[in-house]
């Protein structure tokens, strides 16, 4: 019996921010409902990646991603170990290019409308953009290509 959701599927264009130091610090979801050959897909997150970071949800970083700070304070001898939200992009660049926004997705997801039947695919067609931002606060989408990427199902 076919469905009217037929060969729909969630994409998603993710954008992660990051600043003249080359630290991300936070990161933004948009999902869309689309159909079509994969390659078409991909071509219209790409065009919309320019723009529709300014209505995507932001997400902080996963603690596991963020930067461990030691501290010490001579007068005292006390020293504490603070977590900061921010992650080196040359770091980013070795990882599995999911793997930063594996938890937003899975919030995202959780979060969809009780009416919608869709899920997150396995492998969804996906546009991830950085963004930079600079010391007066604009954000600047840069982009490397494209390539259809990978999320494991565990």
């Known amino acids: 019996m076919s469905t009217p959701e037929g060969d729909l599927e969630i994409t998603l264009n993710l954008w992660y921010i990051y600043d003249d130091n080359r630290l ?9 409902v689309d159909r079509g050959p994969d390659e078409e897909k991909l071509g219209r997150l790409h065009s919309l990646a320019e723009s529709d970071f300014w209505v995507a949800r932001f997400f902080d970083l996963p603690k596991r991603f963020c930067t461990a700070v030691h501290t010490s304070d001579p007068a005292t001898g006390q020293s504490a170990t603070d977590s900061v939200p921010v992650f080196p992009l040359s770091v980013y660049n070795e990882l599995e290019p999911l793997g930063l926004f594996e ?4 919030e995202l997801e959780a979060d969809l409308p ?8 396995a492998n969804p067609v996906v546009c991830v953009t950085p963004l930079f931002m600079d ?20």
């Open 24 to 32: 991300i610090y936070g990161l933004l979801v948009r999902p869309y």
């Open 114 to 121: 009780h009416i919608c039947r869709l899920k997150v695919p």
């Open 135 to 154: 010391d007066s606060g604009n954000l600047t989408p840069k982009f490397k290509g494209q390539k259809r990427l990978s999320v494991d199902e565990s």
């Open 103 to 106: 938890d937003a997705i899975k």
